[in-house]
């Protein structure tokens, strides 16, 4: 499967006249699988030199995510819709140019030590 | 180039939503507690039309900005609390459906004035099965209703915390999320001993 039948795999593309916000996904709008807001993503290691055809808001994403950060963070940060920033994050996976790291979905309830944890580090705070 | 071990430190990250009506305090409790940043989404919303004489069957697609209260709270080194905030409309639940994946637990915000308007937030958790507590925000400390008057006006299972709060100070607003956590680790003690006992 070549990246833009993945991509048209993945998200909708038929969203109508192309809204103001996701003008930059090319009207593109994430479909039903998302990554976990809290999944943590970071800029895979460069072979050499970034694909010409990314766009400014690729790029941003990408220098953010020098060091790990949520999805969260990055539309935070960066100031984009959490929506515009799955689109963009996809394209990004696709080109295998970040790392995604997604938190235990399965297992969601962290372990007692965890939870105590979080109890006593609210309790300092 | 240790990527393996550069993961190991990737800090754990755990979800709290914090849900109720319109005006309950959900962005006051969220800037109470953690260093708090807008944080905004694009929902594209389908609506066929709802007239009866549309019967060309188009889907009318719009989208919709949804604001976020984004809250972070670091808990010691490796630990980060996610707050999530957000309109308790029945509109948004889509929203709600992909933040409280694997969410830690919730806290619903009530107001003893409009006490029904949290009723949609407590049948969403109690049906997702996600933990999560009651906060009456006592606006300037009137409605000092009995914990017990509202457990039973929004007929709560008899585990389901009701903690009375100020949003606006940071050591209630803490001691709520405390309480939830707390809540949190009963119910997997709870879950975890009938397994135990079954493997002994
Ligand atoms: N007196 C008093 N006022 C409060 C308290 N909590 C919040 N408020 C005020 O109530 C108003 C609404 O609070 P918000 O935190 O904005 O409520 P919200 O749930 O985020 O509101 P929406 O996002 O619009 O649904 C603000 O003016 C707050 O200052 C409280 O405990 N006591
Ligand atoms: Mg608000």
Redesign the pocket.
């Known amino acids: 499967m070549t990246s833009n039948e993945r991509a048209a795999a993945w998200w909708d593309r038929d969203a109508g006249p192309v809204v103001r916000p996701y003008a930059m996904t090319g009207g593109r709008v994430p479909a039903a699988a998302r990554f976990d807001v809290v999944a943590t993503v970071r800029a895979a290691p460069l072979g050499g030199a970034l694909p010409p055809d990314l766009q400014p808001e690729h790029r941003q994403i990408l220098a953010a995510a020098r060091s790990p950060i949520t999805v969260a963070d990055l539309a935070a940060e960066l100031d984009l819709a959490l929506g515009v920033v799955q689109v963009l994050l996809h394209d990004l996976a696709v080109q295998e140019l970040i790392c995604l790291h997604e938190p235990g979905r399965a297992s969601a309830v962290p372990d007692e030590n965890v939870l105590k944890a979080v109890v006593n580090g609210l309790r300092a705070l | 180039m240790d990527y393996a071990r550069s993961d190991r430190t990737v800090p754990l990250a755990l979800k709290i939503l914090v849900a ?10 969220v800037s109470a507690v953690s260093e708090i940043r807008p944080l905004h989404t694009e929902e594209v919303l389908t609506s066929a039309g709802l007239d009866t004489d549309d019967t060309s069957g188009v889907e009318q697609k719009t989208t919709t900005t949804v ?1 976020m ?1 984004f809250g972070r709270i670091s808990v010691g080194s490796d630990i980060v609390l996610y707050l999530f ?1 957000t ?2 409309q029945d509109r948004f639940w889509f929203l709600w459906d992909e933040l409280a994946h694997g969410a830690l637990g919730a806290v619903v ?1 009530a107001d003893t004035r409009r006490l029904a308007d949290c009723f949609p937030s407590v049948d969403y958790f109690e049906r997702r099965g996600t933990p999560f507590l009651v906060a009456v ?4 400390g009137e409605q000092r209703f009995a914990t017990q008057a509202v457990r039973n006006a929004l007929d709560l299972d008899p585990d389901v915390p009701v903690v009375l ?5 940071r050591r209630s607003s803490k001691d709520v999320l405390i309480t939830l956590v707390e809540h949190v680790m009963d119910q997997v003690a709870r879950t975890q001993t009938p397994a135990s006992v079954r493997s002994w």
């Open positions: 109720g009506g319109f005006g309950v305090g959900k962005t006051t409790l604001a209260d905030g309109p308790g915000l925000n006592c606006f300037d709060c100020d949003a606006r100070d």
